[in-house]
């Protein structure tokens, strides 16, 4: 069986104080069996966080990464930065950074590589835009933005792909648990193609407005193995039941 993940994208929020009672929550609750929970935060608070957290059972990942190893990159993060922090993984390609800062789809791909060879587990996040689906290019544009990865990189490299529509990302509509798997079920076959054996072991995670409420359908599909959880990600209590109903499926 796959490994389960689910991992918190916190985005631009939070404060040191909200780092602490975050933390101080989570570990009142129960600790999951088998899957592996992930925080992603802003690079000021990983450190803090991975004092924090580890402890706890949680591996910390940046929200995002520099694909050069050190320069003249000013204000930039490199892997090995990431690295040396405590970080085991780092997202890369989510589509605010692709939309809001211009990142291609070689950047990514740049990024990605960065990320392993530094020794982080890169979650590349791959989604269309609600114009996108309705024209039906869904899978036209998710293996575009996959093929450029693959291109770089081996799949059993990778620490998941993450599958985001992008039309469902902070929206509340979160896509339904069939139209995620047959998605997710395209991604597995086109890593397949490059490695079959890969393939079958690597997690492949929705993201779209996972909630407590909505987690256990969509991580009960064949081919959903976690969850990348924005807003959700904020509360240690709903996050918390999210990586429980990920932990339930044994
Ligand atoms: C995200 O930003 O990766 C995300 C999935 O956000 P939300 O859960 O808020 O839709």
Same mark, same amino acid.
């Given at each position: 069986?796959?490994?389960?993940?689910?991992?918190?994208?916190?985005?631009?929020?939070? %404060?040191?104080?909200?780092?602490?009672?975050?933390?101080?929550?989570?570990?009142?609750?129960?600790?999951?069996?088998? /899957?592996?929970?992930?925080?992603?935060?802003?690079?000021?608070?990983?450190?803090?966080?991975? !004092?924090?957290?580890?402890?706890?059972?949680?591996? =910390?990942?940046?929200?995002? *990464?520099?694909? &050069? #190893?050190?320069?003249?990159?000013?204000?930039?993060? %490199?892997?090995?930065?990431?690295?040396?922090?405590?970080?085991?993984?780092?997202?890369?390609?989510?589509?605010?950074?692709?939309?809001?800062?211009?990142?291609?789809?070689?950047?990514?791909?740049?990024?990605?590589?960065?990320?392993?060879?530094?020794?982080?587990? #890169?979650?590349?996040? @791959?989604?269309?835009?609600?114009?996108?689906?309705?024209?039906?290019?869904?899978?036209?544009?998710?293996? !575009?933005?996959?093929?450029? *990865?693959?291109?770089?990189?081996?799949?059993?490299?990778?620490?998941? =792909?993450?599958?985001?529509?992008?039309? /469902?990302?902070?929206?509340?509509?979160?896509?339904? #648990?069939? @139209? /995620?798997?047959? *998605?997710?079920?395209?991604?597995?076959?086109?890593?397949?193609?490059? &490695?079959?054996?890969?393939?079958?072991?690597?997690?492949?995670?929705?993201?779209?407005?996972?909630?407590?409420? %909505?987690?256990?359908?969509?991580?009960?599909?064949?081919? =959903?193995?976690?969850?990348? @959880?924005?807003?959700?990600?904020?509360?240690?209590?709903?996050?918390?039941?999210?990586?429980?109903?990920?932990? /339930?499926?044994?």
């Amino acid at each position: 069986m796959r490994e389960k993940i689910v991992v918190a994208n916190w985005k631009m929020n939070g %404060s040191l104080k909200h780092c602490r009672e975050w933390a101080a929550g989570f570990a009142e609750l129960p600790k999951p069996q088998q /899957a592996r929970t992930v925080v992603c935060a802003p690079f000021v608070y990983l450190t803090e966080i991975g !004092r924090l957290m580890m402890p706890i059972g949680i591996e =910390i990942g940046a929200e995002d *990464v520099n694909e &050069n #190893p050190s320069g003249a990159y000013t204000g930039e993060i %490199s892997a090995g930065m990431l690295a040396d922090v405590g970080c085991r993984w780092c997202i890369v390609g989510h589509s605010e950074r692709r939309q809001l800062f211009g990142e291609t789809d070689n950047r990514v791909a740049m990024k990605a590589l960065a990320a392993v060879k530094a020794g982080l587990r #890169p979650i590349v996040c @791959v989604g269309e835009t609600l114009a996108e689906r309705e024209s039906g290019a869904t899978e036209r544009v998710i293996l !575009r933005q996959l093929t450029a *990865v693959l291109s770089v990189l081996s799949p059993k490299d990778l620490g998941a =792909i993450a599958y985001e529509p992008v039309w /469902a990302i902070g929206t509340g509509k979160s896509a339904t #648990p069939n @139209v /995620a798997q047959a *998605v997710h079920s395209a991604i597995r076959q086109r890593v397949a193609q490059v &490695n079959a054996e890969a393939a079958q072991t690597l997690p492949i995670l929705y993201g779209g407005s996972v909630k407590p409420e %909505s987690a256990a359908s969509l991580f009960a599909q064949a081919d =959903i193995d976690g969850g990348l @959880v924005g807003g959700a990600a904020l509360d240690p209590v709903s996050f918390h039941a999210i990586v429980m109903a990920a932990d /339930a499926l044994r």
